[in-house]
């Protein structure tokens, strides 16, 4: 199986005593090696394991992340509107100090 794996017995036998991680690609190979289907692998460790049912939490998010979407997206047309005046406008002072369209502007 190490030989299969690419790696030395010695690490082969760190993978089989829990001293080395297992990655991925090489969980793979021996569930192919051994004609086994990953899937049910997994599914066998796992079916007593209760996982947290985050899907309200992910429907908060995305509805607080919408909603600042919405914010933002209003902040930047009105910014997008106040740089066409400014540039659209002839100023009567340099564009540094011309506050003319600009002081009565909130966000």
Not at 6 to 23: A, D, F, P
Request: charged share 25%; aromatic share 4%; proline share 3%.
């Amino acid at each position: 199986m190490a030989e299969m794996l690419g790696i030395s017995q010695k690490n082969y036998g760190y993978i089989e005593s829990g001293r080395c991680k297992l990655s991925l690609i090489k969980f793979l190979i021996i569930a192919d090696s051994l004609e086994l289907n990953p899937l049910e692998i997994i599914n066998s460790m796992t079916s007593d394991v209760k996982w947290p049912d985050i899907s309200k939490d992910l429907r908060d998010e995305k509805a607080i992340l919408e909603e600042r979407i919405k914010i933002l997206a209003s902040h930047n047309d009105f910014l997008q509107e106040t740089i066409k005046i400014i540039l659209n406008k002839k100023h009567c002072c340099p564009l540094k100090t011309c506050t003319k369209n600009l002081h009565n502007a909130t966000l």
